[in-house]
């Protein structure tokens, strides 16, 4: 089976803009997470979506949001650039829910916001 | 406020000997432990897990020793060798009922040295 995708794996944006950043799950997973990685704060967790649906939020701003369609492939959104968003993000998909669901993880997208 | 505190922040390991990274968590609620491995420009990868019914769990060379009382866990490479310098994180997960939702320790820096 084909891992967890990301795309793009590396982007440049602006303060201010915004961006969006796709992730693929492994085939036959439904639930997908997104975390965000940084030196300072390590693995964040920022949201889970099941079946379209989002399940759990971290404590990340409203400038933060995801959806899941209806293959499983899920898409994050980050509006309103700020330096401080700068970091990998990554994607994580596991089979269902349930007690001790191993999540894979893809190989991230780095975003650098200047 | 981190779920789950790992230590040290960094470790350097001779070839040949034991490296060990210790994690702790408060909430009794927490299910299962996974540990990941990460390498440079990679994705989190999953090495061993858990559950707190299991005082210790092996494979092969990666040994997780499990203290439910303290609710500390730790991991034990044994015979580190420089492929094992890689960046390792502790998790652990509480099934709420509406979705998973991995807490992550802020990651060992391991460096095993020739």
């Known amino acids: 089976k084909a891992g967890v995708t990301q795309t793009p794996r590396y982007l440049i944006k602006t303060r201010g803009q915004q961006v969006t950043l796709s992730c693929s799950p492994i085939?036959?997973?439904?639930?997908v997470s997104w975390y965000q990685q940084t030196p300072g704060q390590g693995l964040q967790f920022l949201f889970e979506y099941f079946s379209e649906t989002q399940r759990n939020k971290g404590n990340f701003p409203g400038r933060f949001s995801g959806r899941q369609f209806s293959n499983s492939r899920s898409e994050m959104n980050v509006s309103t650039l700020e330096l401080g968003d700068s970091a990998l993000y990554l994607c994580a998909s596991s089979w269902d829910r349930g007690p001790g669901q191993t999540q894979y993880f893809g190989p991230g997208t780095r975003l650098l916001v200047l | 406020q981190q779920q789950v505190k790992q230590s040290p922040q960094s470790l350097i390991v001779q070839k040949g000997g034991i490296s060990i990274i210790n994690c702790a968590y408060e909430n009794t609620a927490f299910d299962y432990f996974p540990w990941y491995q990460q390498f440079p420009g990679k994705g989190p990868a999953l090495l061993i897990a858990i559950r707190p019914d299991v005082s210790e769990k092996k494979e092969g060379r990666f040994t997780i020793s499990f203290n439910k009382s303290a609710k500390q866990f730790s991991l034990h490479i044994m015979d580190s060798q420089p492929g094992d310098s890689a960046t390792y994180f502790c998790a652990a997960t509480v099934q709420p009922g509406t979705g998973n939702q991995f807490y992550f320790g802020t990651g060992t820096s391991l460096t095993v040295i020739p």
């Open positions: 085939s036959g997973h439904r639930s």
